[in-house]
């Protein structure tokens, strides 16, 4: 075992140094048992304890009874510790920067694309660019149709509202100061600002001319200018115009049913505009620019989606010959204080219209001034039965199947018993002894029976042939076309022919056609017997001015090229016969082909027959066909009704020009006289 260690010994520490004013180790201050003011030797003890910091003061004595206590000397002015004040300014000057940097970074970072969209919305307008509408000429290159400038005034209702404007009635002042330069009702246009159909955009008119938008640019600015003196509010600040062309129409009434017209939002509504709309209309462009109390900023970018303008049409129709037939079909339904009427011209060996005129007309450029039924296209969207002018396709039938001759005799009687009723030409005579020809000529509805009921055995049999013919020179179907509301006619199966109308249909009543079809089958004969689909647009031309023809028509024989040759001469005998119904339609210098029409008319309002349809068609020169006239006059009421006297002279005067037009030279050689009758016995 190791020895225990001896005991440790404490050894002592010198004593600390009293501190000034602070009694020494031992010590007792004063009233205390220790003196207070002399210190005492410092011991080890002593040392480790420190001096006092403050000196204990003795109470003063009181005063004695009796004496006034001495001036209490002046309490010295301490100030406070200003290490404090600054800590706390400071930490509150951190909290608030804190609070600015943290919005900031949510400003600028977190949020930045949110608020620069909400920026945008107030600052950016974007509104569409109206693509130019394409220009619709006649084949010489002459506008029929074109456009102009305009403006179209829109307007963002999301700047009228009372947190934009600061005022509760921003729309209803805009409206107010609007209306009379638009020549709208206020309480309207306040409406479609305070309840738009789109959130940011609404048009308040459509198509205003150029010093309309100038006049609302010189009412805005007066208004900005007050409001930078605060003299004001501009609440049209939000309007604005969008340039868009107005379609107008140089010829006024000129050929209307065929360009039809376009609506107040600059859309086809009607005719070849409607028609062509997709074609025409182009396709819009927006632009998107930065706005400042209702003015662009220049300065401030944008972005822009240029429109692409329509294609313009080159039509098939002649505006000279166009002029001509409307002049001269608007005179003739007024004299005749007719329902309406038509004129057709078509170039027999293209199948080109060269002219589509209807009376009475409409002027495009005023709609206003228009009745409603008369801003369709007639010649095309009305149908009647044509009368005697379709016995031609009886005569091809009967030629081409090689029942009858133009020198067939055909003993023609007063009255034809069939199916329980008497049948009679438009006049009681005698017994006729016609020849083929000569039942042409005089337009004998007995003789046409006669005729058809040589197509076949039996009566089903010839029906059923003549539909066929019927059918191949267009009838009951579009004439190709595809206009807009076109009718296609009416024409019966063979089977559902009643008793009268397979008597009836040979001679132009029963079925019904427009006037359009009426002209195509006399195209068709005089085109060698080849029918071509009619057509009204020639060519068109695209944005970058490139010409672009039609398609080619379509072509289909009907009858051969001797019977055509042969109806055309038969047909010269309506014209040229002492006793043809056809005279009235002569142009001098010229063989003339016709033939004659007077129908019964049905009333589209009542269903029932009354009145007549006069009509007369025919083509020239007829040794060398150029031309086809087609006229037709609804219920004429006043000096005659028949067709050689109500359409003769309108087919007369129009074929004459569209001759000269065309530069076809006149006939140099004398038609060949075809026997219209015959001696019985012979």
């Not at 006024?252 to 025409?280: P, Y």
């Not at 002894?433 to 337009?443: C, E, F, R």
Request: aromatic share 6%.
């Amino acid at each position: 075992m190791s020895p225990p260690e001896p005991p440790r010994r404490r050894v002592p520490r010198p004593a600390r140094p009293a501190r000034p004013g602070r009694p020494a180790a031992g010590e007792r201050r004063a009233g205390g048992g220790r003196p207070a003011h002399r210190p005492a030797a410092a011991g080890p003890a002593d040392e480790r304890r420190p001096a006092a910091r403050r000196v204990r003061r003795e109470p003063p004595p009181r005063p004695r009874a009796g004496r006034r206590p001495p001036p209490r000397p002046p309490r010295e002015l301490r100030l406070a510790a200003p290490r404090t004040r600054l800590r706390l300014l400071s930490v509150a000057v951190t909290l608030v920067l804190l609070v600015f940097g943290l919005r900031l970074l949510q400003v600028q970072a977190v949020d930045a694309n949110s608020f620069a969209a909400a920026a945008d919305v107030n600052r950016y307008v974007t509104v569409p660019l109206a693509a130019e509408r394409g220009t619709i000429t006649d084949r010489g290159g002459h506008e029929l149709a074109t456009t102009v400038d305009a403006y179209d005034i829109t307007a963002d209702p999301y700047l009228f509202g009372e947190e934009r404007t600061g005022v509760p009635d921003a729309p209803a002042r805009a409206a107010a100061l609007l209306g009379p330069i638009l020549g709208e009702d206020p309480a309207e246009l306040e409406r479609r600002l305070t309840d738009p159909p789109a959130p940011r955009y609404v048009r308040l008119a459509f198509q205003q001319t150029p010093q309309v938008w100038r006049q609302i640019q010189d009412l805005k600015k007066t208004l900005a200018d007050q409001e930078e003196k605060e003299e004001g509010v501009n609440v049209l600040a939000g309007v604005y115009a969008e340039p868009r062309a107005k379609r107008v129409y140089p010829g006024h009434e000129l050929a209307s049913g065929v360009l039809g017209f376009v609506n107040s939002a600059g859309e086809g509504a009607g005719g070849l505009e409607a028609q062509l709309d997709t074609l025409l209309a182009g396709e819009d462009g927006t632009i998107t620019y930065a706005q400042s109390a209702g003015r662009r900023v220049p300065t401030a970018g944008g972005q822009e989606q240029p429109p692409t303008p329509g294609t313009g049409v080159e039509l098939t129709l002649d505006r000279d010959i166009q002029w001509a037939a409307q002049e001269a079909i608007t005179e003739q339904v007024r004299k005749s204080e007719a329902d309406g009427g038509y004129v057709i011209v078509q170039d027999v060996r293209s199948g080109e219209v060269l002219a589509m005129a209807s009376a009475p007309a409409f002027d495009p450029n005023d709609l206003s001034t228009a009745s409603a039924k008369n801003l369709g296209n007639p010649a095309l969207q009305d149908v009647y039965e044509p009368g005697s002018t379709a016995k031609l396709m009886t005569m091809a039938a009967v030629l081409e199947e090689e029942v009858a001759a133009p020198g067939t005799h055909v003993t023609v009687p007063n009255r034809l018993p069939r199916a329980g009723r008497k049948f009679a030409d438009d006049h009681d005579h005698e017994t006729y002894h016609l020849t083929l020809t000569g039942v042409l000529a005089k337009s004998s509805n007995i003789g046409t029976i006669l005729a058809a009921e040589r197509l076949g055995e039996s009566q089903r049999e010839a029906n059923e042939v003549l539909h066929g013919y019927l059918r191949a020179f267009g009838v009951g179907r579009p004439t190709g076309l595809g206009f807009p509301g076109e009718s296609p006619g009416i024409l019966a199966a063979p089977g559902d022919w009643n008793a009268a109308q397979q008597h009836t249909i040979p001679f132009g009543q029963g079925l019904s056609v427009n006037a359009l079809q009426a002209a195509s089958v006399y195209s068709t004969i005089a085109n060698g017997g080849v029918r071509v689909t009619p057509s009204l647009v020639r060519g068109t031309v695209g944005p970058d001015g490139r010409y672009e023809p039609a398609p080619e028509p379509d072509r289909k024989r009907v009858v051969g090229e001797k019977t055509a040759e042969t109806l055309g001469l038969m047909l010269e005998e309506v014209v040229t016969d002492e006793e043809g119904t056809g005279k009235p339609a002569a142009v001098p210098g010229y063989r003339v082909a016709g033939k004659t029409g007077t129908s019964n008319r049905v009333d589209p309002e009542t269903g029932r027959y009354n009145g007549y349809t006069a009509s007369f068609a025919g083509f020239a020169p007829a040794d060398d066909p150029r031309v086809t006239v087609y006229c037709a006059v609804q219920n004429p009421t006043e000096g005659g009704y028949h067709g050689s006297s109500v359409c003769g002279p309108v087919f007369r005067h129009v074929l004459q020009f569209s001759l000269k037009t065309l530069q076809a030279p006149p006939t140099g050689v004398k038609a060949p006289n075809l026997p219209t009758t015959f001696t019985p016995g012979d």
